[in-house]
T-cell receptor
Framework: GNSVTQMEGPVTLSEEAFLTINCTYTATGYPSLFWYVQYPGEGLQLLLK?????DKGSNKGFEATYRKETTSFHLEKGSVQVSDSAVYFCALSDPGNTDKLIFGTGTRLQVFP | DADVTQTPRNRITKTGKRIMLECSQT?????MYWYRQDPGLGLRLIYYSFDVKDINKGEISDGYSVSRQAQAKFSLSLESAIPNQTALYFCATSVSPSGGPRSGELFFGEGSRLTVL
């Protein structure tokens, strides 16, 4: 079945460090891929998305590229801030029903000054 | 005010009690969802509804029921709560039709933390 695998956290970084959070997926068909972010005490919100192979999603300095050959959608940011501390979820859409999302387990990012 | 509002935000109850979590939205979306979040497991879909007359089970519907009272309201019930239903519950909405440019973008409430003793 369709699934998403994320690196376990927490990821702990100093401010201005480079961030990578790995995400790989298994899916039949051609899903869309997403990164959602959950700030403390809040619900999830969409960070970025990519709908087909080689697409790059970007937002707020974060980027992720849909790599079909490696079935990956790694999240990157060149210089993290304390305000980026949150839990990040990789997700894919069910190709048979694009509004049904399958989420990874989440990766907690902690950024220290 | 939040576009997706969940009540209650926190609830502690005892095994065997009936619990209802309510969700209302002002986004005008047709599609609504209930997810539960557990540490190390991410979010798992309980039920979803694509319109008032359409209710579908998700991957973990056992022990839960839902009611779509109106386009804007979608409630989740635990008829007889048990401790392993202790979790953070999220309601979400999305715009239809599926496959459009906003496809896959869910809008979440702030969550309802349920503890079953």
């Amino acid at each position: 079945g369709n699934s998403v695998t994320q690196m376990e956290g927490p990821v702990t970084l100093s401010e201005e460090a480079f961030l990578t959070i790995n995400c790989t997926y298994t899916a039949t068909g051609y899903p869309s891929l997403f990164w959602y972010v959950q700030y403390p005490g809040e619900g999830l919100q969409l960070l970025l998305k990519a709908t087909k192979a080689d697409d790059k999603g970007s937002n707020k300095g974060f980027e992720a590229t849909y790599r079909k050959e490696t079935t990956s959608f790694h999240l990157e940011k060149g210089s993290v801030q304390v305000s980026d501390s949150a839990v990040y979820f990789c997700a894919l859409s069910d190709p048979g029903n694009t509004d049904k999302l399958i989420f990874g387990t989440g990766t907690r990012l902690q950024v220290f000054p | 005010d939040a576009d997706v509002t969940q009540t209650p935000r926190n609830r502690i109850t005892k095994t065997g009690k009936r619990i209802m979590l309510e969700c209302s939205q002002t986004k005008g979306h047709d599609r609504m969802y209930w997810y539960r979040q557990d540490p190390g497991l991410g979010l798992r879909l309980i039920y979803y509804s694509f319109d008032v007359k359409d209710i579908n089970k998700g991957e973990i519907s056992d022990g839960y029921s839902v009611s779509r009272q109106a386009q804007a309201k979608f409630s989740l019930s635990l008829e007889s709560a048990i401790p392993n239903q202790t979790a953070l519950y999220f309601c979400a909405t999305s715009v239809s039709p599926s496959g459009g440019p906003r496809s896959g973008e869910l809008f979440f409430g702030e969550g309802s933390r349920l503890t079953v003793l």
